[in-house]
């Protein structure tokens, strides 16, 4: 029977949906490409509102669950320790997370709202909206976008290690919605679509960060064979990783990342200006704490403008699209933690390391402009793939940084796309905490062709906002997993002190 788990109506109804989308982003991208746009401006103009309200809630919930009396209660029996030493959970999280995109928007964020601010008052290219882009940049990477991962990850890790149930999306909304198979199919079969769509997206955006990396570097060409040859290299990697299994490919993955990332981290804030720095550190983080729920609920119905849809709302709807697979993965890797180890753990830790990164490499890109004249900001402007290498080029050792950087790309990616197969082989496998090694393969080739088709028929974009439409129904479900978490743990812990 276990041989024969993936074979579900979840697996071949996923895999179908996927496939027709791909063809049809393959055959008519800009068809695609409008259909999509129109369905995601649809939904994050006349429900923005709605995302704001509902990560806001989250985030109260999480905080108020690690500090009531439910904050002592561990992921798993009460005699269970973590599964995994502390460095190496946070690189697990951070790898699989997030660590790719803070990479790669961790300067162009801060460029991007120094060069359009965020208010229509504001003037741009001015040490003031230097302050804000800095502000809003931290509170983008921060706590918010990681309670959307962290309230899914939650409810999963609880019904896994401490109920013994099938760690699924369908399963943790039970208590609400009761049972029904046609549902629990409709809702897993989605997460699957969501997260396939999602990180074939960002294989191929990575694919793209790295031919220019390489192009920067060593004069590589910036062409389809070359991005084919990357994409081919990839898939060997997070392939042979994923036969290892988790405790042994993503663990060490998870561990280099962390180290590249913080050996990087190290050289650009004392190399770079380090006073500065620690100043906009300190600044920014102030603003964020002050701003915070301005931003949380900030729209604009009585000025009009779309910067709040096109940032704020985008990302959340992101996190929000992501959350089944970036949630069942921190649920897998947090076995034995407390629930308020947990929260503060995830809310806390990789939040502060992106606002450490943005501070450093944003702020060193900030000061350049602002005191050495440099146009970090309009070359940001014209492709936001050149920030990060842009950044190195008013450092010493450029050449250096870049390729430890394509390096960390490309680490990043192998293991984000090998917790991805992970996660959807388990997704696709009745929630196996050690899904088939053949429908790991699967969808390890699957994700990398969607990709390099894609990439080819220039239809990534529209793939990627297809995926994000998917956020609509996902925040209902967030918000069903809310309840659903409180009557199960009130149910468990009736009459306990």
């Not at 080819?456 to 995926?467: D, P, V, W, Y």
């Not at 918000?479 to 409180?486: C, G, P, Q, R």
Request: glycine share 8%.
């Amino acid at each position: 029977m276990k041989k024969r788990a993936y074979f579900n109506p979840v697996f071949f109804v996923s895999a179908i949906i996927v496939l027709i989308l791909v063809i049809i982003g393959a055959v008519a991208p800009k068809t695609f490409g409008n259909v999509a746009g129109s369905l995601f401006d649809f939904t994050t103009t006349n429900f923005g509102w709605f995302y704001l309200i509902a990560v806001f809630i989250i985030t109260l919930f999480l905080f108020g669950i690690s500090i009531s009396k439910y904050g002592k209660v561990r992921l798993g029996p009460p005699d269970s320790r973590p599964e995994f030493p502390f460095f190496t959970w946070i690189g697990m999280l951070f790898s699989a997370g997030f660590g790719i995109s803070i990479v790669f928007w961790g300067v162009a964020e801060p460029m991007s709202h120094y060069f359009a601010t965020p208010f229509d008052h504001l003037q741009a290219q001015t040490p003031e909206a230097a302050r804000e882009a800095m502000g809003y940049s931290f509170f983008h990477w921060g706590i918010s976008q990681w309670s959307v991962f962290a309230i899914v990850g939650l409810i999963i890790a609880y019904l896994q290690f401490r109920k013994n149930e099938k760690g699924l999306i369908s399963i943790a909304i039970e208590p609400v919605v009761g049972k029904n198979k046609g549902v629990a199919n409709t809702i897993d079969s989605l997460a699957v679509i969501a997260t396939v769509m999602g990180v074939a997206t960002s294989l191929g955006l990575g694919i793209l960060q790295l031919n220019g990396g390489l192009n920067a570097v060593a004069d590589v060409p910036n062409s389809m064979w070359v991005q084919i040859a990357i994409a081919g290299v990839m898939l060997v990697a997070y392939l042979l990783s994923s036969s290892t299994g988790l405790n042994k490919g993503i663990k060490w993955l998870s561990n280099l990342n962390l180290g590249l990332a913080l050996l990087l981290l190290v050289f650009v804030f004392f190399a770079g200006p380090t006073v500065f720095i620690l100043e906009t550190l300190v600044l920014a983080t102030g603003d964020y704490i002050t701003n915070f729920i301005q931003y949380s609920l900030r729209l604009t119905p009585y000025e009009g403008g779309t910067w709040v849809q096109e940032w704020t709302i985008f990302y959340w709807a992101w996190a929000i699209a992501w959350s089944p697979f970036v949630g069942a993965f921190v649920a897998r890797v947090s076995r034995g933690r407390t629930i308020r180890e947990f929260v503060f753990g995830v809310l806390i830790v990789p939040p502060a390391i992106a606002c450490l990164w943005i501070a450093t490499f944003g702020g060193t890109a900030l000061h350049s402009d602002l005191f050495n004249g440099t146009e970090i900001a309009e070359a940001v402007n014209e492709d936001v793939t050149v920030a990060l290498f842009e950044t190195f080029g008013v450092l010493p050792l450029t050449d250096i940084l870049s390729l430890i950087s394509i390096l960390l790309i490309f680490t990043f990616l192998v293991t984000s796309a090998d917790s991805a197969t992970y996660i959807l082989g388990s997704m696709t496998s009745k929630g196996s905490l050690n899904p088939a090694l053949i429908t790991k393969m699967i969808w390890g080739f699957l994700i990398t062709a969607i990709a390099v088709v894609l990439l080819i028929a220039g239809g990534l974009e529209a793939l990627q906002t297809a995926s994000l439409t998917s956020a609509l129904p996902f925040t209902i479900i967030l918000l069903l997993m809310v309840v659903s978490f409180m009557k199960l743990i009130k149910k468990d812990f009736k009459g306990k002190k």
